[in-house]
């Protein structure tokens, strides 16, 4: 089993729409989790991050994380074309360590 | 642009031969990772330093990798006797860590090919 897991998609939605990127994992020690936006043949660019249980909202964006069930969400709002890209979820792994975890990443598809 | 730098963007050697890539954090940023990325994949993890103490490496890490941050500054990877299955985006980022939520910021990457 992989540590962070998610769908490799594409996932696709029409533009304006809100678009759902879900990912698990299986460490329960990992605190602290982020999301990236990759663009092709890009380095991976940091969205937002989330530590606490519950929504954290930034702009079109918000994050969601729920440790009882080890999930991790983001949500996009008003979807565009320009958010057609790779989501990359990473997590801390567990213990005294800095390194991110990361899963394979879903695309996205925003149809205009 | 984060502010980190890596350098060269690309990088084409035969198999056998050495290779070394530099990157240079956000100046105030005390911690450097390296991942390594192929196609489909999430970056995977490498190495990282604290200043110039490299704290963790990856068990995947073969013997023919080394990384080095010897002033706490800029850092090198390097890799011995290159092999086709290295080629690979290799990614650099900094963090400050000890102020608030660490989080990482990467440099654009070097994109190794080994023929």
């Known amino acids: 089993q992989k540590e962070v897991e998610q769908n490799s998609g594409p996932l696709s939605v029409p533009e304006g729409a809100i678009a759902s990127l879900n990912c698990t994992y299986s460490?329960?020690?990992?605190?602290?989790f982020f999301w990236y936006r990759q663009y092709s043949g890009k380095s991976p660019e940091l969205i937002m991050f989330?530590?606490?249980?519950g929504d954290k909202e930034d702009g079109r964006f918000t994050a969601q994380l729920n440790k009882a069930s080890q999930y991790v969400s983001l949500l996009i709002r008003d979807s565009q074309p320009s958010d057609s890209a790779t989501y990359l979820c990473a997590g801390h792994g567990s213990g005294n360590t800095g390194k991110l975890i990361f899963g394979q990443g879903t695309t996205l598809q925003v149809k205009p | 642009d984060t502010g980190v730098s890596q350098d060269p963007r690309h990088k084409i050697t035969k198999r056998g031969q050495n290779v070394t890539f530099r990157c240079d954090p956000i100046?105030?940023?005390?911690?450097l990772y390296w991942y390594r990325q192929t196609l489909g994949q999430g970056p995977e993890f490498l190495t990282y330093?604290?200043?110039?103490?490299?704290?963790?490496k990856s068990r995947l890490l073969s013997d023919r990798f080394s990384a080095e941050r010897p002033k706490g500054s800029f850092s090198t990877l390097e890799i011995q006797r290159t092999e086709q299955g290295d080629s690979a985006m290799y990614l650099c980022?900094?963090?400050?860590?000890?102020?608030?939520?660490?989080?990482?910021?990467f440099g654009p990457g070097t994109r190794l090919l080994v023929l």
């Open positions: 100046s105030e940023h005390n911690r």
């Open positions: 980022a900094s963090s400050l860590y000890g102020s608030g939520q660490e989080t990482q910021y």
């Open positions: 330093f604290q200043n110039e103490a490299q704290l963790e």
């Open positions: 989330i530590y606490s249980n």
């Open positions: 460490d329960r020690g990992s605190q602290s």
